[in-house]
Nanobody
């Protein structure tokens, strides 16, 4: 079992930055691929970014490419999402996810956090 707790959400003006953190506990963090997803009001949950267990392989959704960066610190059992040049359309609840594989964390993550709200004002 892996427990995931997100933090770092909040209210920010358009063009601003935020860094989300996801702290993991339970099984060995370094063995899991990690991902970030988001759900905007009235919309389906969508993939944002993922990172493999080593931190060497990442991928980002086209909508955030060049603005968001996923990273991880296996010594701290934490994955991050650095968000820059934020837009009102980035407003959503952001969820951290974990899975045993890089593909799985994109398609059907095994573990989910509770989410953290990000609101971008225009």
């Amino acid at each position: 079992q892996v427990q995931l707790v997100e933090s770092g959400g909040g209210l920010v003006q358009a063009g601003g930055s935020l860094r989300l953190s996801c702290a993991a506990s339970g099984r060995t963090f370094s063995g899991y691929a990690m991902g970030w997803f988001r759900r905007a009001p009235g919309r389906e949950r969508e993939f944002v970014a993922r990172i493999d267990s080593s931190g060497r392989l990442t991928s980002h959704a086209d909508s955030v490419k060049g603005r968001f960066t996923i990273s991880r610190d296996n010594a701290k059992n934490t994955v991050y999402l650095q968000m820059s040049s934020l837009k009102p359309e980035d407003t959503a609840v952001y969820y951290c996810a974990a899975d045993g594989s890089f593909v799985g964390v994109f398609t059907t993550p095994t573990y989910w956090g509770q989410g953290t709200q990000v609101t971008v004002s225009s």
